[in-house]
C-alpha cells in the first residue's frame, strides 16, 4: 500500500506559477513511477507528467516548457512546478503511483484566472 497526500494548489492569475507537493508514505521501494495527472471541469482526467524510477521524465505535449516534475526520494516527496499558467490548466490535479497497482492522492484544486 502507498498513500499520496497533495498540497500547493490555489488560486492564480493568468501567467502567473504554483508548486505542487505530494508526500508519500507506504510501501515506497514498490513504487515504478509516480506522476501527476488533472481533470478538468466536464474533460477526463489526463496526465500531465510522470517521473519514473530511473528518473526518466514525461510529458504532456500542453505542458511542455511550462511545468516542471523533480522528486526527492529522501524526503518521500514529488513536486510539480508549473509556470506560465493558463486558464485551461485549471482543473482537480493528482498526485498518481504506479506500484504493482495504481495509486492516487486526493486531489487538490487548481484555478487560472484570466
Known amino acids: 500500500q502507498v498513500q499520496l497526500v497533495e498540497s500547493g494548489g490555489g488560486l492564480v492569475q493568468t501567467g502567473g506559477s504554483l508548486r505542487l507537493s505530494c508526500g508519500a508514505s507506504?510501501?515506497?521501494?514498490?513504487?515504478?513511477?509516480v506522476g501527476w495527472y488533472r481533470q478538468a471541469p466536464g474533460k477526463q482526467l489526463e496526465l500531465v507528467a510522470r517521473i519514473r524510477s530511473t528518473g526518466s521524465t514525461d510529458y504532456a505535449d500542453f505542458v511542455k516548457g511550462r511545468f516542471t516534475i523533480s522528486r526527492n526520494n529522501a524526503q518521500n516527496m514529488m513536486y510539480l512546478q508549473m509556470n506560465s499558467l493558463k486558464p485551461e490548466d485549471t482543473g482537480m490535479y493528482y498526485c498518481h503511483a504506479n506500484a504493482s497497482g495504481d495509486y492516487w492522492g486526493q486531489g487538490t484544486q487548481v484555478t487560472v484566472s484570466s
Open positions: 507506504g510501501r515506497l521501494t514498490s513504487i515504478h513511477s
